[in-house]
């Protein structure tokens, strides 16, 4: 649960540094380190020469597996999936564990004084709801 927390403040400090946010502003929203921050402001788009692969990345993880799947012995496929049907009852856990981040980080984003259009951007949360936060806070 804390890492699935953790990647999903990274993919909105990620968004956040793509609509222009400050490092010192991903930092205050997410409660993530200010290094940390200016570590994931250096993405490789900015150096295609020398790419930067996450690998702690989710979905980085995802296509190594589905790679790797495809070598698989028909009993080790099985065994895989009998595995993958347990971790989808803890995805669905941390999808909600991930929404409640999200909505964490858009308080403290309205608090800070952020638009709800970025707001929306860097969480993935809808307006409407951005505004019944909002509206909550006042």
């Known amino acids: 649960e804390q890492e699935a927390k953790?990647?999903?403040k990274i993919e909105i400090a990620n968004n956040a540094i793509v609509e222009g946010a400050s490092d010192s502003f991903v930092a205050k929203i997410t409660g993530l380190d200010i290094a940390f921050i200016k570590e994931l402001d250096a993405p490789s788009i900015k150096n295609p020469s020398s790419p930067n692969v996450n690998l702690s990345n989710l979905g980085v993880q995802k296509v190594t597996e589905l790679i790797d799947f495809e070598q698989l012995?028909?009993?080790?496929?099985?065994?895989?999936?009998?595995?993958?049907?347990?971790e989808s009852a803890k995805i669905i856990y941390e999808q909600e564990a991930k929404r409640?981040?999200?909505i964490e980080i858009a308080?403290?984003?309205?608090?800070?004084g952020a638009s709800d259009s970025f707001v929306a951007k860097i969480t993935g949360l809808d307006i409407a709801f951005i505004k019944e936060l909002r509206n909550k806070q006042k």
């Open 100 to 102: 409640q981040e999200k």
């Open 6 to 8: 953790r990647q999903e």
């Open 107 to 112: 308080n403290n984003a309205i608090v800070e």
């Open 73 to 86: 012995t028909p009993e080790e496929m099985r065994e895989t999936k009998n595995r993958n049907a347990a």
